[in-house]
């Protein structure tokens, strides 16, 4: 197609993720969201224009720019291409209300074609998005959520860990562990490894090199001495994970709905070998699980008082705060303000849904740097012998370094320098100060933006479908997925292809409910 495909997804990691892959491809994209600078936006705006790229992905939040606005009706665009397409409808179970705006920009581009995207919806979810981004006619295609190779099991015990090392014992090849929270994703990495498994854990908090250097050593095995067999993890472990011969995936905790269990379950065997999707359950969590309604949805009250004390903590009066950010770390927060942690991260959420605020949980970004130089003023400048070599390692590693910002490993050119990191980041900071180039560093910080100006707590208006529908609707699939892990009637691949309103379903025949049935003939 000639020109540039829009692409709207949520998370900055997930655009960054892509646009490293189409480059590796030899594909142009770029991608702008909240943290570039202005020069920066302008630069890649730039390059979609005179540049020739293809791709440019943005975040929902970015549609509602009138300076975009603008700007995107210079760009060519022949394709508009949604991501997480099911975040668009108010049924689904991830809604973000920024997506809305979504339809709003067909009016700016009226005959270029609209493509949306997701992994998991509904009937009910799949018209919505239809009529939330104004189709002009259904056209849906969707494949069967049934997979022949793959057999969902559940496994009721109050040994988790002896379960677990019986299905790696059992099922020999790689594996992904899934777990609710940060801690418990180190604490099981950690009981494997003194089981004498190869492990490691992944998670939001961990630095970009890390996470990077985790999941390349678990794509590798069992090729390499030093690979990892199993990754424990949260719902992070998501994006890049293209590793096919993947044999179990064992779901530690329970998700809260089908949607995210399929969605996880399904990195399993991509290659098409057996393999096998299992849910550990104790007999405590089925209580654990009702009890994060209370925790996903905190009553009015408690929603407003946490808007208070984020005002107050920010300092913003009444009548002011419009359009003002702040860098925010929530336990800090939670720690001066007398909060609970998970309540309050769910109150901020809600009042995002409602307009009063917008949260990002950042993801970790590398440093990156542009010359502020040209290239003639760069050869005639003087330079230490290692501020000589950094710079000629980023020329030869690095392309476009005196038009655009661009993102440095710097792991890779201190090792190469045989310099520390901390080494590195002052001869940056030194020629910065110098003029020739602009370096900006690495940085991890989730921010708390106001759309409105503050508001007295007594004037929320929170909606009624944000607070007690949606309430209901999440506690629905969360009854779904107790359903799920406690029946022992039904094929576990039936009630998961029903769910979607999947039709002409059959019996799987290697489930664990299947396979007890066949045993009992």
């Known amino acids: 197609m000639d020109g540039l495909c829009l692409v709207v997804t949520p998370l900055i990691a997930l655009m960054q993720d892509q646009v490293l892959n189409l480059k590796a491809k030899g594909i142009k994209a770029t991608a702008i969201y909240t943290g570039l600078t202005a ?6 705006f730039e390059n979609c224009l005179f540049g020739d790229y293809k791709f440019l992905y943005v975040s929902p939040e970015r549609l ?3 300076t975009f606005r603008k700007q995107l009706l210079k760009l060519k665009v022949c394709l508009l291409a949604i991501d997480e397409a099911h975040c668009i409808s108010q049924w689904g179970y991830d809604f973000r209300p920024q997506y809305l705006q979504i339809a709003s920009i067909r009016k700016q581009l009226p005959d270029v074609p609209v493509l949306a995207l997701t992994a998991t919806a509904t009937t009910e979810v799949v018209a919505d998005i239809q009529k939330q981004l104004s189709f002009k006619s259904s056209q849906v295609f969707r494949a ?17 860990l002896k379960q677990l090392l019986n299905i790696l014992a059992g099922v020999q090849g790689s594996s992904i562990v899934y777990v609710r929270t940060r801690d418990r994703a180190k604490q099981v990495a950690q009981m494997l490894l003194d089981n004498n498994i190869s492990a490691s854990y992944y998670h939001a908090g961990l630095l970009r090199q890390e996470k990077q250097q985790r999941l390349e050593k678990w794509k590798q095995y069992p090729k390499t001495p030093d690979s990892i067999r199993v990754m424990v993890c949260t719902n992070a472990f998501g994006m890049g994970i293209d590793k096919p011969d993947v044999r179990t995936v064992v779901h530690w905790d329970t998700p809260d709905s089908a949607e995210a269990y399929f969605q996880e379950a399904g990195r399993v065997g991509r290659d098409g070998k057996k393999s096998y999707a299992v849910l550990l359950f104790d007999n405590k969590d089925e209580q654990k699980m009702r009890n994060r309604v209370s925790d996903t949805y905190p009553d009015e009250n408690f929603i407003k008082q946490v808007y208070q004390s984020l005002s107050d903590y920010y300092e913003i009066g009444i009548g002011s705060g419009l359009n003002h950010t702040f860098a925010f770390h929530l336990e800090q927060f939670c720690t001066e303000a007398h909060l609970p942690f998970v309540p309050t991260l769910s109150a901020i959420g809600l009042l995002s849904q409602a307009g009063y605020l917008n949260y990002v949980e950042e993801t970790e970004t590398n440093p990156r740097i542009c010359f502020t130089i040209t290239k003639e003023e760069f050869y005639h400048h003087s330079f230490s012998d290692l501020q000589d070599r ?7 590693y690095y392309t476009g370094v005196f038009s655009d910002f661009v993102y440095i490993n710097d792991y890779r050119l201190s090792t190469e320098l045989s310099i520390p990191e901390r080494e590195l980041n002052y001869q940056l900071v030194l020629l910065s100060r110098e003029g020739v180039l602009r370096y900006i560093p690495r940085a991890k910080t989730p921010y708390v933006n106001y759309p409105t100006e503050r508001v007295d707590i007594h004037d929320i208006r929170l909606p009624e479908f944000i607070v007690k529908t949606r309430k209901q609707q999440y506690a629905d699939r969360l009854e779904f997925m107790i359903k799920y892990a406690t029946e022992d009637d039904i ?8 769910y979607f309103a999947e039709t002409g379903v059959k019996d799987c025949g290697v489930c664990d409910v299947c396979l007890k049935k066949r045993t009992n003939l």
């Open 390 to 396: 950094l710079l000629n390692l980023i020329m030869r």
């Open 491 to 498: 094929c576990r691949s039936r009630l998961l292809q029903e």
């Open 144 to 160: 069967s959520f049934y997979r022949a190779n793959l057999s969902y099991v559940v496994r009721h015990t109050d040994d988790k």
């Open 64 to 66: 509602q720019s009138e």
């Open 39 to 44: 020069s920066e936006i302008q630069i890649r």
